[in-house]
C-alpha cells in the first residue's frame, strides 16, 4: 500500500503565483521523519527539509514554507512568489522508524512548471 | 552539491547482461542507500549499507547485490539484466544518527 500520497500529478502556474503541494502520509509508528526533496531535470534529489513526528511547528525558509499536520497526516509545501528555477519534480518522503531508518519511501512525485 | 557521486553517468546494457554502479559517499558519511526510480515514479528503497553490512532491503530480488568498502563507497551490481531494469539508480549517504540522506546525480541505466 502506499504510504505517501501526493495526489496533484502537475501543478501549472505563471511566475510570482503561488503553488501548494500536498503530501499525505500514512503510518503506525508514532516516531518517524518527513522530507521533501526536490529534483531538477538533471535528475539530483535535492533534500529541501526533515520534520520529525513530534515536532508540528510549521517552518519557513525564504519563498519555501511547510505546514505539518499530524491530525490529518499532512505535511504540505507552498511555494511563495514562484520563479522559474522552481520548476521541478517534488517528492514527498517517510521514514518510520526505529527499524527501518533511512528507507525513505517517496510519493509520485508533484510536476512543478513555472512559465514566465 | 552534496558531495554524493556516482558512476557512469550512463550505461546501456542488453538483457541478461549483469551492471556495476558505483557511489562515493559524502565525506563523513557512514552509511549508503541505493534506490531505483522508473520514469514518471518516485524511488523505490533497493537497500542500504552501514559498516560494510547490508542494514535492511526493500523489495528487490537477490539478483540486487551491494558492497559498502572500508571508506564507506559502494557497488550495486545487478546480474541478469531484465527490460524493467531500465531506470535512474540514485546513490545517497548519511550519517549515524541523521536521518537526512544525501543524493548523488544518478545513473541512468538502459536495458535493450
Known amino acids: 500500500a502506499q504510504k505517501v500520497t501526493q495526489a496533484q500529478t502537475e501543478i501549472s502556474v505563471v511566475e510570482k503565483e503561488d503553488v501548494t503541494l500536498d503530501c499525505v502520509y500514512e503510518?503506525?509508528?508514532?516516531?518517524?521523519?518527513l522530507f521533501w526533496y526536490k529534483q531538477p531535470p538533471s535528475g539530483e534529489l535535492v533534500f529541501l527539509i526533515r520534520?520529525?513526528?513530534?515536532?508540528?511547528q510549521n517552518e519557513i525558509s525564504g519563498r519555501y514554507s511547510w505546514n505539518f499536520q499530524k491530525s490529518t497526516s499532512s505535511f504540505n509545501f507552498t511555494i511563495t512568489a514562484s520563479q522559474v528555477v522552481d520548476s521541478a519534480v517534488y517528492f514527498c518522503?517517510?521514514?518510520?522508524?526505529?527499524?527501518?531508518?533511512?528507507?525513505?519511501?517517496f510519493g509520485a512525485g508533484t510536476q512543478v512548471v513555472v512559465t514566465p | 552539491e552534496t558531495g554524493v557521486t556516482q558512476s557512469p553517468t550512463h550505461l546501456i546494457k542488453t538483457r541478461g547482461q549483469q551492471v556495476t554502479l558505483r557511489c562515493s559517499s559524502q565525506?563523513?558519511?557512514?552509511?549508503v542507500s541505493w534506490y531505483q526510480q522508473a520514469l514518471g515514479q518516485g524511488p523505490q528503497f533497493i537497500f542500504q549499507?552501514?559498516?560494510?553490512?547490508?542494514?535492511g532491503r526493500g523489495n528487490f530480488p537477490p539478483r540486487f547485490s551491494g558492497l559498502q568498502f572500508p571508506n564507506y563507497s559502494s557497488e550495486l551490481n545487478v546480474n541478469a539484466l531484465e527490460l524493467d531494469d531500465s531506470a535512474l539508480y540514485l546513490c545517497a549517504s548519511s550519517a549515524t544518527g541523521q536521518e537526512t540522506q544525501y543524493f548523488g546525480p544518478g545513473t541512468r541505466l538502459l536495458v535493450l
Open positions: 565525506s563523513g558519511h557512514n552509511t
Open positions: 549499507y552501514y559498516r560494510e553490512e547490508e542494514n
Open positions: 503510518t503506525r509508528d508514532t516516531t518517524y521523519y
Open positions: 520534520r520529525n513526528s513530534f515536532d508540528e
Open positions: 518522503a517517510l521514514s518510520e522508524g526505529p527499524r527501518s531508518w533511512g528507507k525513505l519511501q
